[in-house]
């Protein structure tokens, strides 16, 4: 028997954590098919973790396996028992061909039906709704306590207000300096350590909206990362998501759309303020370049007089990003009531076909 994530040795030593003391502890085989034979199992989802002592992934699973059968989508569909690799269970461990630990068995009347070798919580969730939804378990829970957990549209719009509060928030129990299971705690580190600034919400400080988040993300345990409003996944995804590298690939788009969001909303001002915009080289007194020299006078052959300017050789950013954001490359560049009209060759066209004053009047003032 390995350890498929430390691959370190193990004692015998019994271990007794507030997880394990709530999960049926088997330490033989025998026990094992007894158990296997009992009413508590009877039509039931049977999630056998095969487990090594003092290993703390094993320790981790427990506590995530027990967060999972205590959700209102699973808690009277799932039984849980957790076999100990380093007892006398070497018949058990060759029926069911287990090498390594974490190990989890989906057992439904004694029948193995599928496994999950290692920790992969994501995977794990994924296979028990598969199989739920397959071998047709029914839920027990009554009706006016699955009417309570629906999601109401009031709770919806909640959930959509907390999304839009920041680019990155963290659906914990607890609070990054205080938080309140394993889980929430690695994610707080994970996040911390790799510089990632993020907002949180305390779900148990809402016993509502931490129901009924489930329904809205579909995903039933905590924490709950949260990017741009969709859901990324739990810890596990996380871990996942940072090992490859997607989850900075993200991040960095991330910061790149609030750049470009805000370098616009500061173009938008300045293209708005005043009815008529001109965005040239130098100013109205000297400007700096031939095509700049030669709208103004066009305009004053026009007898327009009424705008504004602004030299983009004082402000390099404005000058390279407002091509991006006019999708035209050169300079200048006019604007009328917040619309780009277009550049000098644009401005020559209306003039020659005698629609330049009407163009630059569009919005109701004299010019």
Sequence with gaps: MT???T????????????????IKSLTTTNDFDNFLSSSLVANKLLLVHIELENNEVCK???????????EPE???????CRVNADHEVYDLLNRYNVTSAPTILLIHKKQLIDRVDGFNQSELIKKVKLHLNTIGIVNTTTTDQQQSTQLTKDTEQRIQQLLNRSPIILFMKGTPTNPQCGFSRQACHILDEN???FDYFDILSDTNLREQLKKYSNWPTYPQLYMNGELLGGLDIMKQMIETGDFQTKVKLQKTEELITDSNKQLERLIN???VMLFIKGTKEQPQCGFTKELFEILSRSNI?????????ENEDVRQNLKTYSKWPTYPQVYVNGEFIGGLDIIKQLNELGTLNETLNSIGQPV
């Design 7 to 22: 691959n370190a040795s193990t004692t015998t030593t019994s271990v007794s954590t507030s997880s394990t003391e709530n």
């Design 60 to 70: 981790t699973l427990n506590d995530a396996l027990l967060s999972l059968i205590r």
């Design 195 to 197: 510089n990632i600034k």
């Design 305 to 313: 007089t009424n705008f504004k300017t602004f030299n983009i050789l």
């Design 74 to 80: 699973f808690m009277h569909q799932l039984q849980l």
């Design 3 to 5: 350890d498929k994530n």
């Design 273 to 275: 303020q005043a009815p």
